[in-house]
């Protein structure tokens, strides 16, 4: 193998160094044969079958313990489901006679059997039967992987030393992980801001997206260093790089210890002004990561993901469960509640397929097409939020009207709970994402109408400069020091102030450094990130000043490309005594 060969470059989504042996996470069985078994051999392949179905049933059960203590009880159902097709007289019985009567290897028969159950459910327009295919095809590659011995058994690995490498990663996906085991992510899709990046932060575990060609570079068992710094995979490194990389995670924990020092120091620069720093949460999981890097509350809970874990809407009563009880844990801070933003790429099976998905049918588009579904999570909402530390935000709001809309539905679900006795609490802040351009731009209006302003920078970057921030093809277009994104963020920024409330920045330009202190500058009130970038940030605030910074940002307003403002900023960027940049220079 070529040097060039041994690295690959991607979009780095999760900092940190991983080294361990790669584990290609693959659900397409691109061949299973058929193959004849003589009469004396069919009891044993009976066997064989029986055994990689028990095998996948005891799985299944420490899957349920583990999530048990992770996640909800609603995302238990699922693998209950699959639990219940294994234990199906359909699909076992019917394998094991035809095994008998066919003489045939049963990985075939099996294959057979459940390619036709998933043809004949996913042909009935109920949706609650075409949804049980994906539990048919989740438990055909389960007992598959078994039979065929590509369960990932030729990987010896010792616990946490696990680089997955996938073609993707979806929630469901990382819920089946064990974390203890995987010590590092690497796929082919993704850029800096997809979802599976923003699970990885949201794990804490370091990953590189983007590769396009991990999967097919990859094999199973291959040594790899993933370097969620860079964005460089290595390859079977030789001893001496990974020597390098070993000196330079030792030296990263030490740092990280030494930013733990800050956990109860305020985010505040030398003269004297005070950011909020909160945390982006996607499952209530991440919460000890949230308390143990010191934020100062959750700036965004993204519900979405109960709905993507499970495959149903929780109930209110679940779903009213989960808010109360990660309001309890971070009482007195806040906590920010999104309601469901579903859509582009947090895309639930049952959706209908659209051709510009980003620019269709999502986030609250979907909630106020969909009344009664959304009152359910309004309701569960207001209950939990007569604990009193709760705020509500709407996603993806194009306008005043679609605004005044959402409004009415929450007071509508308001007051039906206090006709029937249920306390909430009647002053629940009511804030919007910023995050399409439209309502950037009519900030002025939409600030009268509500208590906060939460910058989704993620999402106002791809409709502001169009590039998917998905796609690593356009990554360098995908630029948040673009002047046509900071003259957007300015303007809602003093539309918030005029208008007395306060405004957060909460898309991932929050916690990168450099953009950190234009948002500084620009004079934003709250910085909500994922957990493990707190630190580093709290850090940088408290390297600032506050007033040289609001000088220099609004020079760097005027200037044309985001070269020109990046180059003119960087040497303002406050020199932090804990500068993980250089550390990772290797
Ligand atoms: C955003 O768009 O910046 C944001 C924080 O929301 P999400 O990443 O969930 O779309
Ligand atoms: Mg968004």
Same mark, same amino acid.
């Given at each position: 193998m070529s040097d060039e060969r041994r690295v690959l470059k991607g979009i780095p989504a999760s900092p940190g160094i991983a080294i361990g042996r790669a584990l290609v996470y693959n659900r397409r069985f691109a061949s299973i044969h058929q193959r004849p078994i003589p009469a004396d051999g069919v009891e044993a392949e009976i066997l064989r079958f029986r055994t990689a179905v028990d095998e996948a049933l005891d799985d299944l059960t420490r899957l349920q313990r583990r999530i048990a203590v992770d996640f909800d009880q609603d995302i238990l159902k699922i693998f209950r489901a699959h639990q219940a097709v294994l234990e199906d007289p359909e699909v076992v019985d019917v394998t094991v006679v035809r095994i008998r009567r066919e003489r045939t290897n049963a990985e075939y028969i099996f294959d057979e059997v459940m390619r036709g159950w998933i043809a004949s459910y996913s042909s009935i327009e109920n949706p609650y039967f075409r949804e049980r295919t994906a539990d048919f095809e989740d438990v055909q590659y389960r007992v598959l992987a078994k039979l065929t011995g590509s369960a990932h058994t030729g990987i010896e690995a010792k616990d946490g030393e696990i680089v997955l490498v996938a073609h993707s990663l979806s929630p469901s996906d990382t819920a089946e992980i064990d974390r203890s085991a995987v010590c590092g992510f690497i796929t082919d899709a993704g850029g800096q801001t997809s979802h599976t990046a923003i699970v990885a932060r949201g794990l804490a575990v370091p990953a590189v997206v983007g590769t396009n060609i991990a999967t097919q570079t990859i094999s199973d068992g291959m040594m790899i260093i993933i370097d969620g710094n860079t964005g460089m995979v290595h390859l079977d490194p030789d001893a001496d790089t990974i020597g390098r990389y070993r000196e330079t995670k030792s030296q990263l924990s030490v740092l990280e210890h030494e930013l733990q020092e800050l956990h109860d120091l305020p985010a505040e620069t030398r003269d004297g002004r005070r950011i909020e720093l909160s945390a982006n949460i996607e499952l209530p999981a991440e919460l000890e990561d949230v308390l143990n890097h010191g934020a100062d509350g959750i700036g965004l809970y993204r519900t979405e993901f109960l709905y993507l874990v499970g495959n149903e809407l929780p109930s209110e009563e679940d779903q009213t469960r989960t808010y109360q009880r990660i309001a309890r844990r971070m009482a007195p801070n806040h906590v920010i509640i999104r309601t469901l933003d579903l859509g582009a790429d947090k895309m639930p099976k049952e959706m209908p397929d659209e051709a510009n998905p980003a620019l269709g049918q999502r986030g609250i588009r979907l909630c106020l097409d969909r009344p009664e579904m959304f009152k359910v999570q309004l309701r569960a909402i207001l209950r939990a939020g007569a604990e009193g530390n709760v705020s509500l935000m709407f996603p993806m709001i194009s306008g005043l009207q679609e605004l005044r809309r959402a409004k009415a539905l929450f007071e509508e679900a308001r007051n039906e709970l206090l006709e029937d006795g249920v306390p909430v609490n009647q002053s629940m802040p009511v804030g919007i994402m910023v995050e399409i351009p439209s309502a950037a731009l009519t900030a002025h209006d939409l600030a009268k109408e509500v208590d906060f302003f939460s910058i989704g920078t993620n999402d106002l970057i791809q409709y502001t400069v169009a590039a998917d921030r998905g796609n690593p093809s356009i990554a360098s277009l995908y630029n948040p020091c673009h002047p046509a994104v900071l003259r957007l963020v300015a303007s809602v920024i003093d539309a918030a102030h005029d208008n007395d409330i306060w405004v957060g920045v909460c898309g %991932?330009?929050? %916690?990168?450094p450099l953009a950190a202190c234009i948002l500084l500058g620009l004079g934003v009130d709250e910085l909500s990130m994922s957990p493990i970038d707190i630190p580093e940030i709290k850090s940088l605030i408290r390297s600032a000043d506050y007033q040289e910074l609001k000088t220099i940002t609004r020079e760097a307003l005027d200037l044309s490309t985001s070269e020109e403002i990046m180059r003119f900023l960087k040497p303002h960027q406050p020199k932090t005594e804990l500068d993980v940049s250089d550390m990772m220079r290797i």
């Amino acid at each position: 193998m070529s040097d060039e060969r041994r690295v690959l470059k991607g979009i780095p989504a999760s900092p940190g160094i991983a080294i361990g042996r790669a584990l290609v996470y693959n659900r397409r069985f691109a061949s299973i044969h058929q193959r004849p078994i003589p009469a004396d051999g069919v009891e044993a392949e009976i066997l064989r079958f029986r055994t990689a179905v028990d095998e996948a049933l005891d799985d299944l059960t420490r899957l349920q313990r583990r999530i048990a203590v992770d996640f909800d009880q609603d995302i238990l159902k699922i693998f209950r489901a699959h639990q219940a097709v294994l234990e199906d007289p359909e699909v076992v019985d019917v394998t094991v006679v035809r095994i008998r009567r066919e003489r045939t290897n049963a990985e075939y028969i099996f294959d057979e059997v459940m390619r036709g159950w998933i043809a004949s459910y996913s042909s009935i327009e109920n949706p609650y039967f075409r949804e049980r295919t994906a539990d048919f095809e989740d438990v055909q590659y389960r007992v598959l992987a078994k039979l065929t011995g590509s369960a990932h058994t030729g990987i010896e690995a010792k616990d946490g030393e696990i680089v997955l490498v996938a073609h993707s990663l979806s929630p469901s996906d990382t819920a089946e992980i064990d974390r203890s085991a995987v010590c590092g992510f690497i796929t082919d899709a993704g850029g800096q801001t997809s979802h599976t990046a923003i699970v990885a932060r949201g794990l804490a575990v370091p990953a590189v997206v983007g590769t396009n060609i991990a999967t097919q570079t990859i094999s199973d068992g291959m040594m790899i260093i993933i370097d969620g710094n860079t964005g460089m995979v290595h390859l079977d490194p030789d001893a001496d790089t990974i020597g390098r990389y070993r000196e330079t995670k030792s030296q990263l924990s030490v740092l990280e210890h030494e930013l733990q020092e800050l956990h109860d120091l305020p985010a505040e620069t030398r003269d004297g002004r005070r950011i909020e720093l909160s945390a982006n949460i996607e499952l209530p999981a991440e919460l000890e990561d949230v308390l143990n890097h010191g934020a100062d509350g959750i700036g965004l809970y993204r519900t979405e993901f109960l709905y993507l874990v499970g495959n149903e809407l929780p109930s209110e009563e679940d779903q009213t469960r989960t808010y109360q009880r990660i309001a309890r844990r971070m009482a007195p801070n806040h906590v920010i509640i999104r309601t469901l933003d579903l859509g582009a790429d947090k895309m639930p099976k049952e959706m209908p397929d659209e051709a510009n998905p980003a620019l269709g049918q999502r986030g609250i588009r979907l909630c106020l097409d969909r009344p009664e579904m959304f009152k359910v999570q309004l309701r569960a909402i207001l209950r939990a939020g007569a604990e009193g530390n709760v705020s509500l935000m709407f996603p993806m709001i194009s306008g005043l009207q679609e605004l005044r809309r959402a409004k009415a539905l929450f007071e509508e679900a308001r007051n039906e709970l206090l006709e029937d006795g249920v306390p909430v609490n009647q002053s629940m802040p009511v804030g919007i994402m910023v995050e399409i351009p439209s309502a950037a731009l009519t900030a002025h209006d939409l600030a009268k109408e509500v208590d906060f302003f939460s910058i989704g920078t993620n999402d106002l970057i791809q409709y502001t400069v169009a590039a998917d921030r998905g796609n690593p093809s356009i990554a360098s277009l995908y630029n948040p020091c673009h002047p046509a994104v900071l003259r957007l963020v300015a303007s809602v920024i003093d539309a918030a102030h005029d208008n007395d409330i306060w405004v957060g920045v909460c898309g %991932a330009m929050a %916690a990168h450094p450099l953009a950190a202190c234009i948002l500084l500058g620009l004079g934003v009130d709250e910085l909500s990130m994922s957990p493990i970038d707190i630190p580093e940030i709290k850090s940088l605030i408290r390297s600032a000043d506050y007033q040289e910074l609001k000088t220099i940002t609004r020079e760097a307003l005027d200037l044309s490309t985001s070269e020109e403002i990046m180059r003119f900023l960087k040497p303002h960027q406050p020199k932090t005594e804990l500068d993980v940049s250089d550390m990772m220079r290797i």
